[in-house]
């Protein structure tokens, strides 16, 4: 799927990835919805692949990088410049704040973490409602964004996010199908 350049495919593209994503995790058992990850992880270089444990840690990931994004946006439209990554993470080291989500929601449980990205998502996409096109993928309309466009990071947390958190899911139906669990 070609990376968003217009409203209406932001929208598509995060519903669409979003759906798909919700199918793939309704389709597994609830046993397997709640199992540790067993796929092998030794080839992998990204840290993400040691990181997230089990679906609730790739959801509550999700769902922190949506309230990244509606935190950054509603405090730079009412005039409060502010950074996407809170002090004192950077994108150098955007890393350690995932660790922060995953260490701060391991009390959650998978239930909650469900209803938490489901709500994140609407609230994501009422937030891109009011914005057009031109305000999502023009560069310099709005001087908080830097170099980049609004919608950028809207895809980033919506649909791209969706297709990272899919990978991570096929991989475990995998190792799960492998090992004789589904």
């Not at 759906?19 to 995790?25: D, F, G, H, T, Y």
């Not at 410049?81 to 009390?107: C, R, S």
């Amino acid at each position: 799927m070609p990376r968003p350049t217009t409203k209406a495919e932001l929208i598509k593209a995060a519903s669409e990835q979003f759906e798909k994503m919700q199918a793939l995790i309704d389709s597994l058992p609830e046993g397997a919805q709640h199992a540790a990850f067993c796929f092998d992880c030794s080839a992998k270089k990204e840290a993400h692949w040691t990181r997230d444990k089990n679906l609730r840690d790739v959801l509550i990931h999700l769902y922190e990088w949506h309230r990244l994004l509606q935190r950054w946006v509603a405090a730079n439209q009412s005039g409060e410049a502010m950074p996407f990554l809170p002090a004192p993470y950077t994108w150098k080291t955007y890393g350690d704040i995932n660790v922060a989500f995953w260490e701060q929601h391991q009390g959650t449980s998978l239930e909650e973490a469900k209803q938490l990205l489901i709500t994140s998502h609407e609230n994501i996409l009422a937030l891109a409602e009011p914005f057009s096109t031109e305000e999502l993928f023009a560069k310099g309309v709005y001087k908080w964004v830097g170099g980049s466009t609004l919608g950028s990071y809207f895809v980033s947390v919506t649909a791209s996010h969706y297709e990272w958190a899919i990978k991570k899911i096929k991989a475990q139906i995998k190792a799960l199908k492998e090992a004789g669990e589904l």
